[in-house]
């Protein structure tokens, strides 16, 4: 089943703990990406990459970084949290221009 | 600067009418605008895309129109049904930027009472 998966779906941490959350999508896109989801402000974009070991900012990506060293996996990394990245985030891949979005992953930082 | 507005937060129709959701834009000049569908706490779920030399798009009960002069996109759901509540985002990638600046719009709430 071609899919977007993404680990942990639930996660609570406290500031400055750093974590990362991992992203596989199996349709072999060249394109990926994470954005944030928060009320009032719709979908935000972190971070994309175009291709391995290719990666740009998005609208809002301070205090995050991304790696791509293998075109299925792109995982967020968060060196140390803050409460303000406490949001719902969403992995993509794209080919053709549509996105395929992963089930999302709720970070709460205390 | 660049905008995207989805004119309604929430939309309440009865069921069987058909659902009209709005998308307006300004500053942006996009080689194609999407529709996804969002239900509560899981990522959106693509439904069409329009291309800017497209007047309209139909997939079974949805149909979206793209009108460049006026900058906007409608998108209907005729005969609709309880299932069809969600929300609706509408998405565009401004011309030549490519697929990974898609930009989205802050949703449409849609409620089909039975």
């Known amino acids: 089943e071609a899919q977007v998966t993404q680990n942990p779906r639930y996660l609570i941490t406290v500031t400055g703990k750093k974590l990362t959350v991992t992203c596989s999508q199996n349709?072999?896109?060249?394109?990926m990406s994470w954005y944030r989801q928060d009320p009032g402000l719709g979908l935000r974009q972190i971070y994309y990459?175009?291709?391995?070991?290719?990666?740009d900012k998005g609208d809002v990506p301070e205090g995050y970084k991304v790696s791509r060293k293998e075109k299925r996996n792109f995982p967020l990394i968060l060196e140390s949290p803050s409460p303000n990245q406490t949001s719902l985030y969403f992995c993509?891949?794209?080919?053709?221009?549509?996105?395929?979005f992963g089930p999302g992953t709720r970070l709460t930082v205390l | 600067s660049q905008k995207i507005e989805q004119n309604s937060e929430a939309l309440n129709i009865q069921e069987g009418k058909t659902a009209t959701l709005t998308c307006n834009y300004t500053?942006?000049?996009?080689?194609?605008l999407q529709w996804y569908r969002q239900d509560p706490g899981r990522g959106p779920v693509f439904l069409l895309l329009?291309?800017?030399?497209?007047k309209e798009k139909r997939k079974e009960r949805l149909k979206v129109t793209f009108d460049t002069t006026l900058k906007q996109s409608l998108f209907h759901i005729t005969a609709s049904q309880p299932a069809d509540s969600a929300t609706y985002l509408c998405?565009?990638?401004?011309?030549?930027?490519?697929?990974?600046?898609?930009?989205f719009g802050k949703g449409t709430k849609l409620s089909v009472i039975p």
């Open positions: 993509a891949s794209s080919q053709a221009g549509t996105q395929y």
């Open positions: 349709m072999n896109h060249e394109y």
């Open positions: 990459s175009m291709n391995v070991e290719v990666t």
């Open positions: 500053n942006y000049s996009p080689a194609y």
């Open positions: 329009i291309r800017e030399n497209e």
């Open positions: 998405a565009l990638e401004p011309t030549g930027a490519g697929s990974y600046q898609l930009t």
